[in-house]
């Protein structure tokens, strides 16, 4: 794409971006403050990934998800993971018919647009297999045939991170299947104070009117691949991902934190994220920023730290930070 056609493009992204500043700003009608979380919410519905919530109970995981739902006027299944969940309370399963001797299928919850895996970290292996292939292969399999899921298909999920009774930790693979891992922070002063006033109520008002469609997001999706990104940001995203892996080739004295740095997948994610977030700026072009601004929720889940970074109280996000810091920027 040359100059000539990023001008060309700016003001088709700045009205197709239009319905993504409407929905937010209604969310935000409902949900005070975390922005963070509303704004990562919509790139992955915009980038085709999968979004993992982690913070502790009352934070408005489970409601932002819901009122998010609403405002597409799409499909919306809440699925509340218990440690006693089988994989056919997810994805279905077959009834005999006694009157024709015959099975037929009968769909589980999965089958929705929205997906909210509430507490995903409380179910077992089997249950996590079964919602891996959803995830990975947008299909799942119910005896022998395989049923391709509604589009367009986003997984939401919450997990609590203190609480560690009763929970099964996700798989490294299927942990990596997230495009962006968010960490949910409680709200300030002033906002704890707006949510006294808005929500200390017996029914609280939440209506949210709808502002958008699947239809809508799948042209969306068009329209994000459309969007220029600059070869000099392209190897600076590589950059990033090489320093999880090797940070000695950028000066970085991280190795002895790192066990394992980001997959491929991390490339894709980032590339794909930076998009998102130009095209909900309304630009028709990525910047190093939008790289930036979205990394650390991309990368904190992929980079693994080694038994000596937690002996030292060094988190995913430090190392990341650190890479963030000295990866030189284009």
């Known amino acids: ?24 700003d209604e969310v ?13 919410m919509l790139i992955a519905i915009l ?3 999968h979004i993992l919530l982690e913070g502790v109970p009352g934070l408005a995981k489970t409601l932002t998800v819901s009122c998010l739902a609403r405002g597409i006027r799409t499909g919306f299944s809440r699925i509340q993971f218990t440690p006693d969940l089988l994989p056919a309370d997810l994805i279905g399963t077959l009834i005999y018919q006694p009157q024709t001797g015959q099975f037929t299928v009968k769909k589980g919850p999965i089958f929705s647009n929205i997906i909210l895996a509430d507490e995903v970290n409380r179910a077992p292996a089997k249950v996590q297999s079964a919602l891996l292939e959803a995830m990975q292969e947008r299909q799942v399999t119910i005896g022998d045939q395989t049923h391709p899921l509604p589009q367009p298909f986003l997984v939401m999920a919450t997990q609590n991170p203190i609480e560690q009774e009763g929970t099964y930790p996700l798989p490294e693979a299927q942990v990596d299947r997230f495009m962006l891992k968010t960490t949910v922070v409680y709200p300030s002063r002033d906002e704890e104070r707006t949510i006294l006033d808005r929500m200390a109520f017996t029914n609280p008002e939440k209506t949210i009117q709808p502002v958008t469609s699947p239809e809508e997001i ?10 220029y990104i600059d070869d000099k940001i392209k190897d ?16 970085l004295k991280l190795k002895h934190l790192i ?15 930076a998009k998102a977030g130009a095209f909900l700026a309304g630009r028709g072009f990525v910047t190093p920023q939008d790289v930036k601004d979205i990394a650390p929720a991309i990368l904190r889940h992929r980079v693994i730290i080694t038994y000596e970074a937690e002996a030292e109280e060094i988190t995913s996000d430090d190392v990341v930070k650190t890479i963030l810091d000295h990866v030189p920027v284009p």
Do not use: C, W
């Open 218 to 227: 799948i042209k969306a999706r068009e329209t994000v691949d459309e969007i």
């Open 47 to 49: 980038a085709n990934g």
């Open 28 to 40: 935000s009608r409902v949900i005070v403050g975390q922005r963070e979380m509303i704004h990562h």
């Open 236 to 251: 600076y995203i590589v950059s990033l991902v090489m320093a999880t892996r090797d940070p000695s080739q950028f000066g």
């Open 259 to 273: 066990q394992y740095g980001a997959s491929p997948r991390a490339t894709i994610m980032l590339t794909l994220g």
């Open 1 to 24: 794409m040359t100059q000539l056609d990023v001008k060309k493009i700016g003001p088709a992204i700045k009205a197709a971006s239009e319905p993504f500043s409407r929905l937010r």
